[in-house]
């Protein structure tokens, strides 16, 4: 299986903080990158499919960025709603691994 | 507007069967561009895929659960299904189903996910 890494494990930041989450795959992933948020009691909501491409109605201020096996997940203007878990997930090959989360805090 | 409904017993007993059923709404669920799969989140943890089903019938799983799990689909009630056997309290988690569409139709990714239900294993 690919084994997915996020860093950091959680943060703490400001609004208006401009915040970057680290994504790591275990070999060679291509662009099948996805990345998702999950508030407290909810499902997960895909932000950001094929490393990049931001899903429709999600705010601008989520961008996505790389390739091969390292990803990142950037919040250019951190809103009070963006508290919550986000995971990086591959879908690259079989089984579909996800990242073990990274939470962050809006303070 | 696509909507995805879990249902099925909270509470299933150690060496039991664990089933769940997902509803779905606003689109066909023989669209031939998506899987509809399952994933689970056990209590304060991630997210683990646990296998997916394609309208004809055609089915993936996770190797760690493949022996005990299978998916199947009911296109005449636009609904498909999830079995668990000899379930453990380690099977104690939060299933959703959700959609994902094939590689050849775009990025594959889960799109659309059900509300989740919790699934306790518990004598």
């Known amino acids: 299986d690919i084994q997915m890494t996020q860093s950091p494990s959680s943060l703490s930041a400001s609004i208006g903080d401009r915040v970057t989450i680290t994504c790591r795959a275990s070999q060679f992933i291509n662009k099948y990158l996805n990345w998702y948020r999950q508030k407290p009691g909810k499902a997960p909501e895909l932000l950001i499919s094929g490393a990049s491409s931001l899903q429709s109605g999600v705010p601008s201020r989520f961008s996505g960025r790389g390739y091969g096996t390292d990803f990142t997940l950037t919040i250019s203007s951190l809103q009070p709603e963006d508290s919550a878990t986000y995971y990086c997930?591959?879908?690259?090959?079989?089984?579909?691994?996800f990242g073990p989360g990274t939470f962050v805090e809006v303070k | 507007q696509l909507h995805l409904q879990e249902s099925g017993p909270g509470l299933a007993k150690p060496s039991e069967t664990l089933s769940l059923t997902c509803s779905v709404s606003?689109?066909?669920?023989?669209?031939?561009?998506?899987?509809w799969g399952w994933v689970r989140q056990p209590p304060g943890k991630g997210l683990e895929w646990i296998g997916s089903?394609?309208?004809?019938?055609?089915?993936n799983y996770n190797p760690s659960l493949e022996r005990r799990v299978s998916i199947s689909v009911d296109t005449s009630k636009s609904q498909f299904s999830l079995k668990v056997t000899s379930v453990t309290a380690a099977d104690t988690a939060v299933y959703y189903c959700a959609r994902h569409p094939t590689y050849d139709y775009g990025d594959p990714c889960f799109d659309y996910w059900g509300q989740g239900i919790l699934v306790t294993v518990s004598s």
């Open positions: 089903v394609f309208y004809a019938g055609t089915t």
């Open positions: 997930q591959q879908s690259y090959t079989l089984p579909w691994t």
């Open positions: 606003g689109v066909s669920i023989t669209n031939s561009n998506y899987y």
